[in-house]
């Protein structure tokens, strides 16, 4: 149980361009999702965290206008980096939490993103 | 300020050779520790959470245990397969279930 994907696990795109990467809770239904990136050698950045049905709560220094976060359902979070440039290339994980899974977080297997 | 510092940065052991890495934290109110395994390029795998002093947890070749101030990951007898970075994470009673998160022991199983 507690299983979590990302689609895609890879995508290129070319500078000012829009890309989508999805988040799904397969066997579990997920009240807080949470959105994180990492750079090569380092840990994790938490970038946003959202709750189903609520506006997302971003972490200071993140562009909310850029990232934008959905999380329209209690199965899916949505993370759409908007006009991206090459510093937007990275490691862009989703993680999600149920309740009676209790405090643990779930961990998708993450999307590299390259923007040419 | 709440704070995770683990240590080593990087381990490098034979197979079949016992060691511990350590997890110290400061949090005004430690709900949860939590211990992740990472494989490069995937995302982190949840491995084990502690929530009071005193409590220990196993999964095969690990053992993880909780003090006041820190956590340690016991391995023993690793394999090369267990070469992976570990990754320790507190959660506090007032945040939103957000994880703050130490930098990683990267460990390194030579067979």
């Known amino acids: 149980g507690a299983v979590v994907s990302q689609h895609p696990s890879w995508v290129i795109c070319k500078s000012g361009t829009s890309v989508k990467i999805e988040c799904r809770s397969l066997d579990f239904q997920a009240t807080t999702m949470f959105w994180y990136r990492q750079f090569p050698k380092q840990s994790l950045m938490l970038m946003a965290t959202s709750n189903e049905g609520s506006k997302a709560t971003y972490e200071q220094g993140v562009e909310k206008d850029k990232f934008l976060i959905n999380h329209a359902s209690l199965t899916l979070s949505t993370l759409t980096v908007t006009s991206a440039h090459p510093e937007d290339s990275s490691f862009y994980i989703c993680?999600?939490?149920?309740?009676?899974?209790?405090?643990?977080?779930?961990f998708g297997p993450g999307t590299r993103l390259t923007v040419t | 300020e709440d704070q995770v510092t683990q240590s080593p940065e990087a381990l490098r052991l034979q197979e079949g050779e016992s060691s511990s890495l350590n997890c110290s934290y400061t949090?005004?109110?430690?709900?949860?520790l939590f211990w992740y395994r990472q494989d490069p390029g995937k995302g982190p795998e949840f491995l084990f959470t502690l929530y009071s002093a005193g409590e220990e947890k196993e999964k095969e070749r690990l053992k993880a245990t909780l003090t006041k101030k820190e956590s340690f990951l016991h391995i023993t007898a690793p394999k090369p397969e267990d070469s992976a970075t570990y990754l320790c994470?507190?959660?506090?009673?007032?945040?939103?279930?957000?994880?703050?998160w130490g930098a990683g022991t990267k460990l390194i199983i030579k067979p």
């Open positions: 949090v005004s109110g430690l709900r949860g």
């Open positions: 994470a507190v959660q506090a009673w007032d945040s939103n279930y957000q994880l703050i």
């Open positions: 993680s999600a939490r149920a309740q009676r899974l209790s405090y643990e977080q779930y």
